[in-house]
């Protein structure tokens, strides 16, 4: 049984694309799971993530672009006003304006461009780039 299904999930995502597969399956599905999915979806790092029933626990279906260098979760899951997200940009992302940050705020999980747009803090779920 795993502690934290979001950090498993990306970690398949990891592995699916070092190996350069084109989709991979994550199981438990979750919410916040595929809040997270979605932001990548949107940012063009992954295809589709679609949930598959099956039965017990039910798992996603990611499919692969190749488009991502590294993604992982955030541990442990720092709160941040708006005015703190340049720093935790500097700590997690290689450069600026490259990568993103996940941030699940009180409007929903975003990217950290949303959240600076709409001048939201919240809690650093993942990073991706």
């Given at each position: 049984m795993s502690n934290d299904p979001l950090a498993n999930a990306l970690s398949n995502v990891m592995n699916a694309e070092k190996v350069s597969k084109t989709e991979?399956?994550?199981?438990?599905?979750?919410?916040?799971?595929?809040?997270?999915?979605?932001?990548?979806?949107?940012?063009?790092?992954?295809?589709?993530?679609?949930?598959?029933?099956?039965?017990k626990g039910d798992v996603i279906k990611i499919n692969l672009l190749g488009h991502i260098n590294k993604v992982g979760v955030i541990k442990p899951r720092f709160s941040i006003k708006k005015d703190e997200i340049e720093k935790f940009e500097k700590r997690y992302l290689p450069a600026k304006l490259f990568g993103l940050l996940i941030i699940s705020t009180s409007k929903g999980v975003m990217s950290h461009i949303e959240a600076q747009e709409k001048e939201l803090g919240g809690k650093l779920l993942a990073f991706v780039y």
């Open positions: 991979c399956f994550t199981k438990p599905a979750s919410k916040i799971i595929l809040a997270v999915l979605d932001v990548m979806k949107d940012h063009k790092y992954i295809g589709n993530a679609e949930v598959l029933q099956d039965g």
